[in-house]
């Protein structure tokens, strides 16, 4: 749903008046950020919050939570979204941002509101879903709800699930990634990376509700049309709020083909793609997928069900 702040002046609401049901005053603001971060994500929490404490018409507690090891914002995010009337904000890229939307989903029923102020190498969603300035948004406190994807592999006590908040992929992306992870960081290094994994990629076996059996290179679940940072995935235009996710796949072909595609992608765009409430398929062997930009794995012969989770989340920016 669209909650914009009307800019007309002939609007007589008051973005400070506490009368009006759709504007937030939030009693926490807890920033969590990783202090390690390569993206200067310590120096983003601290201005942050120098800048609210000066801009609000009102006075939250804001807390700076550092994170001390990996999965950690997961369990700040649930503990912060105990508390009433709380807006936690990731201080991060997509990576940490999935933990924190995960550890406010894993609180429960509960009236937290979520943000994302950028930081770090990937930056997908914040790029794509941002409207305004973080601290201005927050000093306005307009939200609006966003759809989640939900990812369960496995079945019965032995199933997993997560969110993501914008993309899940399996095959070539993942393992792209992977190679770029064991070595060092660099535009140069990356590129000679990401073409070295591609000469070697073999395809990946999938088996479909129906039982038929399928060769992909890649199979991508968007609830954003764009990732990154040039690649057009689709042409929605209610993305993240619709209900539904798109659906990006890429059969197996000759190699020049995908190159071909994926040149497509970031100078015209794929175009329109199948849009989904649900989509579930079976691993015929270890399939990598990447999550928000973290890397896991799904185990052979294991089920994989990936369905929208419509207006999950509360957020605002």
């Known amino acids: 749903m669209d909650t914009t702040h009307a800019t007309d002046p002939a609007d007589s609401t008051d973005p400070t008046d506490t009368t009006d049901p759709t504007v937030r005053r939030f009693d926490t603001i807890n920033l969590i950020f990783n202090p390690h971060s390569t993206g200067n994500a310590p120096d983003l929490a601290a201005k942050l919050r120098d800048q609210l404490a000066q801009d609000l018409p009102y006075t939250p507690d804001i807390r700076m939570l550092p994170t001390e090891h990996a999965g950690h914002a997961v369990d700040l995010a649930r503990q912060a ?6 807006l936690v904000v990731s201080v991060s890229g997509d990576g940490g941002y999935n933990e924190v939307v995960n550890g406010v989903m894993a609180a429960g029923t509960t009236d937290t509101v979520c ?25 306005e406190g307009q939200m609006r709800d966003m759809d989640l994807l939900h990812l369960t592999t496995g079945d019965g006590p032995d199933a997993e699930a997560v969110y993501a908040h914008s993309y899940i992929g399996f095959g070539l992306t993942p393992v792209v990634a992977i190679d770029m992870e064991k070595g060092n960081k660099g535009a140069l290094k990356e590129m000679i990376s990401v073409v070295r994994t591609f000469a070697k990629f073999r395809p990946h076996r999938i088996q479909h509700t129906d039982g038929t059996r399928a060769k992909i290179d890649s199979l991508l679940f968007a609830n954003i049309p764009q990732m990154a940072k040039y690649a057009t995935l689709s ?18 072909t000759a190699k020049w083909k995908v190159l071909l595609k994926a040149l497509r992608a970031t100078t015209t765009g794929l175009g329109d793609q199948p849009s989904v409430a649900r989509y579930e398929f079976t691993t015929l062997k270890p399939l990598p997928y990447q999550l928000d930009g973290e890397v896991r794995s799904a185990p052979a012969n294991t089920r994989v069900r990936v369905e929208s989770a419509p207006s999950a989340l509360t957020v605002i920016g």
Do not use: M, S, Y
Not at 238 to 252: S, T
């Open 81 to 86: 979204a105990g508390t009433p009337n709380a």
């Open 115 to 139: 943000a994302v102020l950028a930081a770090g190498n990937a930056n997908d969603h914040q790029r794509t879903t941002a409207r305004q300035p973080l601290a201005a948004a927050i000093a």
């Open 235 to 252: 042409e929605a235009e209610d993305q993240p709020a619709d209900g539904k996710f798109e659906v990006i796949l890429f059969p197996h």
